[in-house]
């Protein structure tokens, strides 16, 4: 709570604001508030001359900043779509097998022939009578 206005020529709390800094004129301000009473300096504007200068100065010097993290995010966020097309296409061809050509799977060949087939002679046998002779 404020006791005691502020000397002309400053304002707020413990009066530490000059009013010459943004008021133009006789320089003079409201000593509670820091309202200018003739206007602003030349090149600050708004109700507390000083706010809005400083308000539009550090806005203008965050705008690098910004721009840089938007530009960078854009990028990231193309260069992951480009990606993810990229990705399906390759994984598309992969996939897609060809109906005309020949397929790349391996085939078993079968024996036609039967290799170990007994001879007709293999089954005779001779029998010897012992008892005749």
Sequence with gaps: MISAACPPGFFGL??????DSYCSG????????GICTEGCKRGWNGLICGLDRLNRQSNADNMPI??????????????????V???????STTLQVP???PSETSQQYTELAIINKPSNY???????NHSNL
């Design 14 to 19: 413990d009066c530490i604001n000059r009013c």
């Design 26 to 33: 006789n320089e003079s301000c409201d000593p509670v508030l």
């Design 66 to 83: 910004v721009i840089g993290v938007v530009v960078s995010v854009l990028i990231i966020v193309g260069g992951s779509i480009i990606h």
């Design 85 to 91: 097309i990229l990705w399906r296409r390759k994984i």
């Design 99 to 101: 109906s005309d050509g």
């Design 122 to 128: 293999d089954e005779i046998h001779s029998y010897s």
